[in-house]
Structure formats: C-alpha cells, structure tokens
C-alpha cells in the first residue's frame, strides 16, 4: 500500500522519507495539530513534550478512521523555534520512535514566527492514505 521513494545515488535520509507512493481507498487529512490535552490545555511548555503530545494526537486522530501510523504518508511541521529543534533532535527522534515507531512518511519542518496558540511550540499536518 506504500512504496517509499529513494533515487539510488542519494544518501538515505535519516527521519524521514524523500516521497512516498501511496494507494488506498480513504485520504486523511489532519488540520494542524498542536501539544495541548483533549481540554485543549497545554501541560508542559517544553518543546519535546509538546512534540510528543502533538504526534498522540494525530494518532488519536488517525483511530477515528481506523488508521495508525503506518498509514502516514506525509507530515509538515511548523516550529516556533529552529534552535530548540535542533539542540534537542536526539529527544524529538526519540519521541517520534516511541509514539509513531520507525514509520518514516515524506515530512518537511518550517521554522514560523509564531503559531495561533500562544503556547504552542509545534504545529503537526499529516496525511494519511489507508
């Protein structure tokens, strides 16, 4: 159902995919997911917990159509901040592996000068192909 795209001379890319190839009958589409509770409460102001939270809740969006992280064909990232991303990649990477697995889908990550939500530190798109 996924083909994952890696033109034979390039490097292998380490996080992500450069494309995927994908069929199946149902598109998901999430809106722009952020690190707050079901409440719509932030519990931590700390970057890789709203990472972690936010990737929960596009799996919790994902489940109500029955799909998971293997179904993840794309995602965009938006950070409010390139140098905590990078100074605390190791800690996204591990985040990421614990709630989505090494399910690796075409991403590409924008740092923003702010989001909608005061609080937020990272916002998620994803689409899903099941």
Request: glycine share 6%; hydrophobic share 45%.
């Given at each position: 159902?996924?083909?994952?795209?890696?033109?034979?001379?390039?490097?292998?890319?380490?996080?992500?995919?450069?494309?995927?190839?994908?069929?199946?009958?149902?598109?998901?589409?999430?809106?722009?997911?952020?690190?707050?509770?079901?409440?719509?409460q932030f519990?931590?102001?700390?970057?890789?917990?709203?990472?972690?939270?936010?990737?929960?809740?596009?799996l919790a969006?994902?489940?109500?159509?029955?799909?998971?992280?293997?179904?993840?064909?794309?995602?965009?990232?938006?950070?409010?901040?390139?140098?905590?991303?990078?100074?605390?990649?190791?800690?996204?990477?591990?985040?990421?592996?614990?709630?989505?697995?090494?399910?690796?889908?075409?991403?590409?990550?924008?740092?923003?000068?702010?989001?909608?939500?005061?609080?937020?530190?990272?916002?998620?798109e994803a689409?899903?192909?099941?």
């Amino acid at each position: 159902m996924l083909k994952t795209l890696q033109p034979s001379a390039w490097m292998r890319p380490k996080g992500y995919a450069n494309g995927i190839v994908a069929s199946g009958s149902s598109t998901i589409y999430t809106g722009g997911m952020i690190g707050w509770d079901a409440s719509y409460q932030f519990q931590s102001v700390d970057f890789v917990d709203q990472v972690r939270t936010t990737l929960e809740n596009i799996l919790a969006v994902l489940a109500e159509a029955d799909a998971g992280p293997e179904h993840l064909v794309r995602m965009t990232w938006y950070i409010t901040d390139k140098q905590a991303y990078q100074a605390r990649q190791r800690e996204v990477g591990l985040a990421y592996r614990e709630v989505i697995g090494r399910h690796f889908p075409a991403m590409a990550v924008v740092e923003v000068s702010a989001l909608m939500e005061d609080d937020a530190l990272v916002e998620i798109e994803a689409i899903a192909v099941k």
